[in-house]
């Protein structure tokens, strides 16, 4: 079975590829089958990809999930949010969903055009999360951050964000932007927007939104310091984004 696996952060800075051509003498294969592949294959590369999560046409895998040589394979470590690579920063200037609610792009951040997707006349409550580039981390300066992202995932997955938002808080709305590149201190990387009749809802879905996004969401953050940089990865305990929310 041959079968091509897209790789992403940290990962790929560690095989030195950004995707993987390999060639499996079966012709069934599960997730879990390929993982144990994988590790013995890349043994230098072991205790990242037991952290990782195998995504198959774009959704999280179970262990057991079957996998065919036509599938969309990657492998997701742990996810923070990287630093796209010089082939997509050419490629990339913005992607959404149809609605326009969802949008990952490298272009700076607007708070004011995010939060107007989701003002409405019945709503009482508006609230927009902005998240920005720290410089200090204690003593450790940063001089910028760089994002990476799984795209059509990271999109796909903002967009279940949205879903969740309003089965848990009916009527309520939600928009997030996500930038992708280079960020410099005290700009924008992300804007989550949410509107509800009442403040309650709006205050527990905003924080609900930026949660799910940390846990769930393929964006990955590098952090570049004046002497080195380093991949964050998901700093709340063990990653497991099928955890159900």
Same mark, same amino acid.
């Given at each position: 079975m041959h079968i091509t696996i897209h790789l992403f952060a940290g990962l790929a800075d560690r095989l030195g590829t950004s995707t993987l051509q390999l060639d499996i003498p079966t012709t069934t294969l599960t997730v879990n089958e390929l993982k144990e592949f994988l590790y013995t294959a890349y043994p230098s590369a072991t205790s990242q990809l037991q952290v990782s999560f195998v995504a198959v046409n774009q959704e999280y895998a179970l262990p057991e999930r079957p996998i065919h040589s036509s599938d969309e394979i990657a492998l997701i470590p742990p996810v923070s949010g990287g630093e796209e690579t010089a082939e997509q920063h050419h490629n990339v200037t913005e992607h959404a969903t149809e609605d326009g609610m969802y949008v990952i792009t490298s272009n700076p951040l607007q708070v004011d055009q995010v939060t107007s997707k989701v003002i409405h006349r019945n709503h009482g409550a508006t609230l927009s999360f902005v998240g920005t580039t720290r410089e200090m981390t204690g003593e450790q300066k940063t001089i910028h951050l760089e994002y990476e992202a799984y795209i059509p995932m990271a999109l796909t997955a903002l967009q279940n964000i949205g879903l969740e938002v309003h089965h848990k808080w009916p009527g309520t709305l939600c928009a =997030?932007? $996500?930038? =992708?590149?280079?960020? $410099?201190?005290?700009? =924008?990387?992300? !804007? !989550?927007?949410?509107?509800?009749p009442h403040r309650d809802a709006c205050y527990e879905a905003s924080r609900y939104a930026i949660e799910r996004l940390k846990n769930t969401v393929p964006i990955w953050k590098k952090e570049i310091w004046d002497n080195g940089s380093t991949w964050l990865g998901y700093q709340q305990g063990p990653w497991n984004p099928l955890e159900p929310n």
């Amino acid at each position: 079975m041959h079968i091509t696996i897209h790789l992403f952060a940290g990962l790929a800075d560690r095989l030195g590829t950004s995707t993987l051509q390999l060639d499996i003498p079966t012709t069934t294969l599960t997730v879990n089958e390929l993982k144990e592949f994988l590790y013995t294959a890349y043994p230098s590369a072991t205790s990242q990809l037991q952290v990782s999560f195998v995504a198959v046409n774009q959704e999280y895998a179970l262990p057991e999930r079957p996998i065919h040589s036509s599938d969309e394979i990657a492998l997701i470590p742990p996810v923070s949010g990287g630093e796209e690579t010089a082939e997509q920063h050419h490629n990339v200037t913005e992607h959404a969903t149809e609605d326009g609610m969802y949008v990952i792009t490298s272009n700076p951040l607007q708070v004011d055009q995010v939060t107007s997707k989701v003002i409405h006349r019945n709503h009482g409550a508006t609230l927009s999360f902005v998240g920005t580039t720290r410089e200090m981390t204690g003593e450790q300066k940063t001089i910028h951050l760089e994002y990476e992202a799984y795209i059509p995932m990271a999109l796909t997955a903002l967009q279940n964000i949205g879903l969740e938002v309003h089965h848990k808080w009916p009527g309520t709305l939600c928009a =997030i932007s $996500h930038r =992708i590149g280079v960020v $410099h201190v005290s700009e =924008i990387s992300v !804007i !989550i927007a949410v509107s509800s009749p009442h403040r309650d809802a709006c205050y527990e879905a905003s924080r609900y939104a930026i949660e799910r996004l940390k846990n769930t969401v393929p964006i990955w953050k590098k952090e570049i310091w004046d002497n080195g940089s380093t991949w964050l990865g998901y700093q709340q305990g063990p990653w497991n984004p099928l955890e159900p929310n």
